[in-house]
C-alpha cells in the first residue's frame, strides 16, 4: 500500500494480509523517498518507544538512495494492537496507513 503525490512517496509495509495472531510480535516498515522525518501513529495517537519493550522504532537511512526506513514493532500483539497505524513524513506531510488485524489464538483466518 503507498501513497504518491508528486515525486515523493511513503510505503507501508506489513505482515502478510495485514493480518497476525496474538502474542506474535508485529512489525511494520515505513519508507519514504526523501531523507525526512517519519512518524508513526496509531489510532490518530503518536507513538513512541517504551521502557517495557512492547514498542520499538528503528530508523535507519539508506543514503546512497536517498531513502529513509523507520520500522515499527510491536512486542507479544493483544487485540489492543488491532486497528489502523500510520506513517507520516513529517517534512511533506505525506502520509499513508494500514489496518492491522490480530487474530485469536488457535482461531482460523478466513
Known amino acids: 500500500m503507498f501513497f504518491v503525490v508528486g515525486s ?16 506474535e510480535d508485529l512489525t511494520i516498515v515505513c ?6 522525518d517519519l512518524v508513526w501513529q496509531f489510532k490518530g495517537e503518536l ?3 517504551d521502557s517495557h519493550g512492547h514498542v520499538t522504532l528503528n530508523a535507519e537511512e539508506i543514503i546512497e538512495a536517498g531513502h529513509r526506513r523507520l520500522a515499527l514493532t ?19 506531510k505525506k502520509q499513508t496507513s494500514i489496518l492491522i488485524i490480530v487474530n485469536e489464538i488457535g482461531k482460523k483466518m478466513v
Not at 515523493?8 to 502474542?23: D, L, Y
Not at 519508507?31 to 525526512?36: F, K, V
Open 31 to 36: 519508507s519514504s523517498d526523501i531523507s525526512a
Open 47 to 49: 507513538l513512541t518507544e
Open 74 to 92: 510491536r512486542s507479544r500483539a493483544t487485540e489492543d494492537h488491532e486497528g489502523l497505524y500510520t506513517c507520516q513524513d513529517q517534512v511533506s
Open 8 to 23: 515523493t512517496e511513503v510505503h507501508v509495509k506489513g505482515p502478510a494480509n495485514n493480518t497476525i495472531t496474538q502474542g
